[in-house]
């Protein structure tokens, strides 16, 4: 999945940051895909979103002291595994597909 890019634009001698979505990875692709993309950071999980979730597992990474044989998103599964008792891949895989499937309602 796509994920968000940030830009810079300069005007009157100011810089401005500028994010955009996924959906415009899809620029010259198809329009269907764009307005279907998910975003995975923006995955709502309980009370806080996969974004959030992620930074408070990379600060705790980082207050590791010994980080041999550990990388960030073997951390990170290995966290979800033990407070969610899921499988990270497949967990936000089975999302994305929940929230990309037609629903007939």
Request: aromatic share 12%; no cysteine.
């Amino acid at each position: 999945m796509a994920k968000p890019n940030i830009t810079k634009i300069f005007h009157n001698g100011h810089a401005y940051e500028l994010e955009y979505g996924g959906w415009l990875n899809h620029r010259y692709g198809e329009a269907s895909k764009a307005l279907t993309e998910v975003y995975s950071n923006d995955i709502h999980l309980n009370n806080t979103t996969i974004g959030e979730y992620k930074a408070a597992k990379s600060d705790e990474y980082e207050s590791l002291k010994d980080k041999r044989d550990m990388t960030f998103m073997k951390y990170l599964r290995q966290s979800f595994k033990t407070e969610f008792d899921m499988e990270w891949n497949e967990t936000i895989k089975g999302i994305k597909k929940a929230i990309e499937s037609p629903r007939i309602i």
